[in-house]
């Protein structure tokens, strides 16, 4: 690896609960290749990847994803009971990070990078993104950027509740920019020429949540075209030489539920970053 520079890079994360999978293999053929971004956006999912990233713990997220999928601690529809969350908050955010599938938190803590979370205030219905080296050892940061509303309950920090950062900023682009960073990595996990659209199941959502909280409504109504607007800045910061995008060769389900095709998409992820090494290296010359 020589004559790279990564100062002024930002690597951006788009969530997709276990699309993002894809990009633990991307960051883990980072971590082999000792390439350490100084700057980290991560929305929803895409900030577990991100931990993991900054811990340099390699298939970290493959091992939880594939070894947990169908552990009923982990996700189904008893921990509705006791946690209001398809879920199981305690054993994914607690008990796997610290008992289980051991985080390393001594190297996180020592990352001498910038780390961010884009979470979403219910009250105001804005992105605010966190210094991720604030977490606590129960992931409170994590469990609000992933909190996604019915499937998972609000998250308190502070007396404020949160949601997934993702309703309000799905691909965080335009923060990069605002941080003063000009050239990007950006790992999306839909594939090439996908666009948003607002969908039943989110109008039903929105429903459930306007009296509530509406202003968060008033983000979510606008979430599509905010997606679909970063799409294009993206691609044109791409086509200027300015963005380099990964993103799968297929499109990959949020709640995929066979262990093999996860694992499928994360060597996908992983073969691709292999793949474009050379490209990687020309674009942190």
Not at 199 to 215: A, E, F, I, N, Q
């Amino acid at each position: 690896m020589e004559n790279i520079n990564v100062e002024g890079v930002s690597l951006i994360l788009e969530g997709g609960t276990f699309r993002t999978i894809y990009t633990g293999g991307i960051l883990d053929h980072f971590l082999d290749e000792d390439i350490m971004l100084p700057y980290i956006l991560g929305i929803s999912a895409g900030a577990i990847n991100a931990a993991s990233y900054v811990s340099k713990q390699k298939e970290r997220t493959l091992r939880v994803f594939a070894n947990y999928r169908h552990d009923k601690r982990y996700i189904g529809f008893r921990n509705f009971v006791k946690e209001k969350s398809l879920f199981g908050l305690d054993f994914a955010y607690n008990i796997l990070p610290n008992e289980l599938e051991l985080f390393d938190w001594d190297t996180f803590y020592q990352h001498e990078g910038v780390i961010k979370f884009g979470v979403t205030n219910a009250y105001t219905g804005q992105v605010e993104y966190m210094n991720a080296l604030e977490m606590d050892k129960h992931c409170t940061m994590l469990r609000a950027t992933c909190a996604i509303p019915v499937v998972f309950p609000e998250i308190k920090m502070n007396d404020i509740p949160y949601y997934d950062g993702g309703l309000s900023e799905p691909v965080p682009i335009q923060q990069a920019m605002k941080d003063g960073f000009d050239k990007h990595i950006i790992i999306l996990t839909r594939p090439k020429g996908y666009r948003k659209v607002m969908d039943r199941k989110t109008k039903w959502v929105m429903k459930s949540l306007r009296k509530k909280y509406p202003k968060l409504v008033d983000a979510m109504v606008l979430r599509a075209d905010h997606y679909n607007e970063a799409m294009e800045l993206c691609e044109r910061l791409e086509a200027e030489g300015k963005a380099l995008i990964y993103r799968p060769n297929y499109a990959l389900s949020s709640f995929e539920k066979n262990v093999d095709q996860l694992r499928a998409n994360y060597k996908m992820g992983y073969n691709l970053a292999g793949q474009r090494k050379t490209e990687l290296y020309e674009f942190l010359k």
